[in-house]
């Protein structure tokens, strides 16, 4: 079988282990009593952008939340950049040096300026100097257009500059997996589009891609993969051509026809 | 031998303040270090920890401050120990402090949103970075203002260090009392000199409280 150096859009990536960055595999967990993820089994490839959506409270946020251990799954394996997530220290800063998150609520750290919200994690956990943390952060404050706000305060930006700082933090730690937790969520409509086209750019430059969002267009434009996530479980997953115009089961057609109607 | 109340007396009063504003200062900053790690304790993810530094507040919180002094002063000469009053007082009163202010500062650190420490653990801060750079920065803004209302209540509770016979300020009035017996101006003009050394302090703590709840920058 050849080896696609980035998954092609219209089929599933290639099942070589070395190319998979995060491998979930029977991944159950519970708040209490109540099963928020059933027995799920996921593979993201190297390169691979999925987009992730389904009903509130469905288990989007957790499952992503799984991955850099943010919410500890009770059973099954999970698996990321070679690391398996058990309870040790250890492998959880492994992974989670690699794997940068974008939240909806952006939270910046609102007593640092953006300059320093960029550079702390790379000063800090990587042992970068401070003039090399410095110049990576203004270079990927460029990357995401605001290279003029760097000394200006979380508090004093728009929704829509404050998660793009967001995701210039995580990329200063040059994370190998980004994660999306609904980015767009909280903006003003008006600012939807200047995130997005920044996560765009990230794709293009060809960023592995977890993303929560319930943008239907950028999936469309963006994704290889589309997963449909309801009481827990993936109920389905398919190329975006074939998810939006040939949804196999019912409950992802009645969702579809919720969020369209829109 | 009775004496009038004059301007010595006055002046031995005012030179007790001195020893009241050290144990102040003593026990706010041995309770500050103190009620720090009480305050980490109580917010940790370790269960113990967190029991035990509840266990450790609602002992000092629930029990008088002047039991406190005394079961050190007594307890410590019970261990064979000799202790002398002014050692007793700060170790009663840093102990005491540590409770009050820990629960404090407990309270602040929990009003840092969760979002920051999800944000800081995703980038691969650890608890003591994270604790440095994210969240303790944050949460000390929140703590300046009850701190500085609560270094009243320090000073206030130094008072009882007379009991045990530590001589500060009180103690000082009762001394200069027993010579001119006159308890109602000797009396009054101690607690006039509290009031001026804590007046400030209230003030100032409503000022810092007023202007962090301002929006911020
Ligand atoms: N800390 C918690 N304790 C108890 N239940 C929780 C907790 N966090 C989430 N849940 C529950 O788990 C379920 C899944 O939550 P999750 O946040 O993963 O859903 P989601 O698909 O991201 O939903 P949304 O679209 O609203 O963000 C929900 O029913 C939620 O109420
Ligand atoms: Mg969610």
Known sequence: MAVASEPTRDGIAPAMSADVVIRMEGVQKWYDHFQVLKDIDLEVHRGERIVICGPSGSGKSTLIRCINQLERHQ??????????????????????????????????????????????????????????????????????????????YPGQLSGGQQQRVAIARSLCMNPKVMLFDEPTS????????????????????????????????????????????????????????????????????????????H | MIRAFGYNEFLFLLSAVQWTLLLSVIAFIGGGIVGLFVALARTSDVKPLRLLATGYIQVFQGTPLLMQLFLVFFGATVLGIDMSP????????????????????????????????????????????????????????????????????????????????????????????????QPFLVFGIVAAIYFALCWPLSLLSQRLEARYAAPSR
């Open chain 2, 86 to 181: 002014w050692v007793a007082a700060a170790v009663g009163l840093t102990l005491n402090t540590s409770a009050f202010l820990g629960e404090i500062w407990r309270g602040c650190i929990q009003s840092v949103p969760r979002g920051q420490w999800e944000a800081a653990s995703s980038l691969g801060l650890r608890y003591p970075g994270l604790m440095r750079y994210v969240i303790l920065p944050q949460a000390v803004k929140v703590a300046v203002p009850p701190t500085v209302g609560y270094l009243v209540q320090v000073i206030k509770g130094t008072s009882l260090a007379a009991i045990i016979g530590f001589v500060e300020l009180t103690r000082a009035g009762q001394i200069v009392n027993n010579a001119t017996f």
């Open chain 1, 75 to 152: 059973k099954g394996r999970i698996t990321v950049n070679g690391v398996e997530l058990g309870p040790h220290h250890r492998q959880l800063d492994m992974v989670r040096r690699e794997v940068g998150m974008v939240f909806q609520s952006f939270n910046l750290f609102p007593h640092l300026t953006v300059l320093e919200n960029c550079m702390l994690a790379p000063m800090k956990v990587r042992g970068t100097t401070r003039a090399e943390a410095k110049a990576t952060a203004i270079r990927y404050l460029e990357r995401v257009r605001i290279p003029e706000q760097a000394d200006k």
């Open chain 1, 186 to 261: 909280a903006l003003d409509p008006e600012m939807v589009k200047e995130v997005l086209d920044t996560m765009i750019g990230l794709a293009e430059d060809g960023m592995t891609m977890l993303c929560v969002t319930h943008e239907m267009g950028f999936a469309k434009s963006v994704a290889h993969r589309v997963i449909f996530m309801d009481r827990g479980e993936i109920v389905e997953q398919n190329t975006p051509e074939e998810f939006f115009t040939a949804p196999k089961s019912e409950r992802t057609r009645s969702f579809l026809g919720q969020i369209l109607a």
